[in-house]
């Protein structure tokens, strides 16, 4: 394994510039945490934005700021400019990405020139670190702000390993498909190994909108794209459990846990902490807080709510907007129901140092943490961090939002609907109620949970996981066919006499088009395989699943043999179309009204009666419809196929029933017995394909087109590597 690199948006350290002097001040969050010790040991670097604008750093103090980051902190900048981050930061992420995955479309913008800042951006990451890391390294690609990295990254480095962890909701595909830009953004995060969500509820959302919009299945998380695949999973993050746990004995905490009792005395305390943003549910929290002091008055002057808000993003307006209605309910509520001893909401719009954090969480009775959606949300995992549970006596109770991600693990937590205000201002009485026993009881287990999976558990298994997916790869997959392997293979080409060619064409020659009708070869195809046919010592044999009449349209005036319909047909060069063999057809008399009843059940299905073959396509239907569909249409089928000879082949959203003997190989093996040939290359990229490879002599060329498993020995990338790698073969290029 090489060396890790980590990318974020935003650097785990700040830079100031005043004058000549640079100062960098290192963040203590918990990602910089959990990742640090790894990318530091593994010898790499962290690469992000170090909080200044670039627009008026001259060269000298630009070299300046890259010592200082590489050398102090092993981090190297990506310079941002003001229109950078207006546009790509404040722009993209944070009026489009940020609201959309959150579910707040009134906040979301569509707007084209913020669309192609985020590109550009993007590639000026992928610039940036593109000149520091290798095709051997690790990259772990962190957050929304950079989803069309991955892919940029592995169009420069193809065998690098490139994890990607999204850190906010991914939503569902009615929502995800609002994006105009859906397609590249999904594209662009499969150039990953490896993507992480926090739950598996957005695992199932993206690989919902990837089946729906990119058409790619997945099997156990796994999506195939092509010529690629991609592993998805939930890999929930977790806190520096120790450094929350051990902070309650601070004496900076405990100075600071003085001064709250000095103010508060035996009041009881509900806190509240989060950045000032819509999604947390701040304005709804009020209004439940409000609902409460209503409904149990008992509670006047006995219970007071801490809610800190920590400024953020208020260049974005629907952020600016939030401050004043806070301010406003804030106001009204203090003033219907504060006394001159007693403010019921003490309210803090600013960043509270951590010992104060520590102060707050350990001090309070009761953590109200309802945003309306939170990829994870950590504060509330912070909360159940620092509760003394070692002594007796209350130790407090957590009331979770059910639409944070955290939920998911902190199931003993009483839980709320954020937007049932009634419901929340009656948990808040229960929670304030609840014996110290239940509390405990409740505490515990959540916090045993916290201590196993903490942020570098977290890490680690992210890393791990990717790991094993690169020696899977390597294990599994057939080898790449360049360098000495390739110069071994041109040298046995020259020294040949008599070699055989085995070319499949769709996905091979000529890149899938979402049409097959605009299949139709070009040029360039046309002179390789003119090349091929033109040396008297080469036969070549286009294999293909289509008909006879559209390979003799296309392929009929070179000297080649043909296989049509994925073997039921074939052809010797210059000689006429036979039958693999005798095939008899009255089968599809039968299977073709049940068939035709599924494709009559599926908006989108299609029913196409080939020479010998009935196909079910299903690629346009809705994929959980031809899902059920399929398998109901399977079972129906296997009990009749078995007592014909038929097969059930599933392909790519089709399945096609045809004579079991017919395949690639039974055909193929007509052309590989005519001859003692002494070079026999074959290229295929997909399932039936597989059974041409597996019936060539030991010491052919069997190459897979894309790095996914197969029986092939070797591969190649995908159709321009094939391309390429025939002109070379056959000295079209140099
Ligand atoms: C995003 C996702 C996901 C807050 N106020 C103060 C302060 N904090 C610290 C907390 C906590 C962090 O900030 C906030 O993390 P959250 O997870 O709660 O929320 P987001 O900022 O929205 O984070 C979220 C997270 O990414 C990680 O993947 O959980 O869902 O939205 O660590 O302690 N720290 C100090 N003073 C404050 O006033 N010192």
Known sequence: MGRLFIISNRLPVTLSVEGDKISATASSGGLATGLSSFYKDAGGLWFGWPGISFDDVDAETGRKIEELLINEHQCGAVKLTEEDLENYYYGFSNKT????????TNHTVFDNDLWKAYK????????????????????????????????????KLPHASIGYFHHIPFPSFELFRLMPWRREILQGLLGADLIGFHTYDYVRHFLSSVRRILGYENILGTVSSGYRTTKVDAFPMGIDYEKFHKATKMPEVKHELDKIWQQVGDRKIVVSIDR????????????????????????????????????????VPSYADLKSEIDELVGKINGEHGTLGWMPIWYHFRSVPFPMLIALYSFADIALVTPLRDGMNLVAKEFIATRPTERDGDVGVLIISEMAGAEKELGEAVIVNPFDHDSVADSIARALRMPAEEQRRRIIPMQERLKRYDITKWAGDFLQTLEDIKSQQNRLYSKK?????????????????????????DGSLKHLEDNPMQATPDDEVLEILSAITSDEKNELVIVSGRDRATLDEWFGNLQAGMIANHGAWLKHKGQEWEMLEPLDNEWMKNLRPIMQLYVDRTPGAELEEKEFSLVFHYRRAVPEMAHVRVSELKDDLRTMTTSLNLGILEGSKVI???????????????????????????????????????????????????????????HLNDVDAVRDF??????LKS
């Not at 947390?280 to 009020?286: A, N, Q, S, T, W």
């Not at 149990?296 to 007071?304: C, D, M």
């Not at 066919?481 to 064409?505: A, C, H, P, W």
Request: aromatic residues 12%.
């Open 97 to 104: 990405i940020w609201p959309l995955s959150h579910y707040f």
């Open 120 to 155: 550009r951006v993007n590639q000026k990451f992928c610039d940036t670190v593109v000149e520091e890391i290798g095709d051997d390294d690790v990259i772990w690609v962190n957050d929304y702000q950079l989803m069309l990295l991955p892919n940029m990254l592995r169009q």
């Open 276 to 315: 000032q943003d819509y999604t947390k549910g701040i304005k709804d929290r009020l209004e439940a807080f409000h609902i409460f002091l209503h409904r149990y008055p008992e509670y006047k002057e006995k219970v007071s709510l801490i809610m800190v808000t920590v400024p953020s993003r208020s260049q």
């Open 481 to 505: 066919l360049s360098g000495r392997l390739r110069q071994d293979m041109f040298e046995r080409y020259g020294k040949s006499s008599k070699r055989l060619f085995l070319l499949d064409y």
């Open 656 to 714: 096609e029933i045809k004579n079991t003997n017919i395949n690639k190989g039974n055909s193929g093996l007509r052309f590989i017995n005519k001859a003692e040939w002494d070079f026999v290359m074959a290229v295929g990229d997909d399932w039936t394909d597989e059974d041409m490879f597996t019936v060539l002599p030991g010491n052919s060329y069997s190459i897979k087109v894309g790095l996914v498993p197969s029986t092939a020995k070797y």
């Open 726 to 731: 025939l002109k070379n073969l056959l000295g």
